[in-house]
């Protein structure tokens, strides 16, 4: 069973710093675009940065400069680093990665992550 796992999230101070990381398990893939998205609560999804398999980015424009999203393909793994954060920053973070299996390719949502940003 394939599952998607986010790590990092915690309870930082504004203006503190934080890295969140993504990682999948339960079978042999390759990770393909992945995209960062969060929630805060009673508000939607939303996506807040995107990477592709070649290591373009982009970001919404309230974490530009602010957060930076990178990849290790060697690993697998894709990261959040997030910078000067502040309390509207605070929410679940989920890491929404493409995994192709050598069959199919087909995106899958972690549990999620809680990052907490104090005033």
């Known amino acids: 069973q394939v599952r998607v796992l986010e790590s990092g999230g915690g309870l930082v101070q504004a203006g503190g710093s934080l890295r969140l990381s993504c990682a999948a398990s339960?079978?042999?893939?390759?990770?393909?675009?992945v995209d960062w998205y969060r929630q805060a609560s009673g508000n939607q999804r939303e996506l807040v940065a995107s990477i592709t398999r070649a290591g373009s980015t982009n970001y919404v424009d309230s974490v530009k400069v602010r957060f930076t999203i990178s990849r290790d393909n060697a690993r697998n793994t894709v990261s959040l680093q997030m910078n000067s954060l502040k309390p509207e920053d605070t929410a679940v973070y989920y890491c929404n990665p493409n995994l192709y299996n050598g069959l199919t390719l087909r995106r899958y949502w972690g549990q999620g992550t809680q990052v907490t940003v104090s005033s």
């Open positions: 339960g079978g042999i893939f390759t990770i393909g675009d």
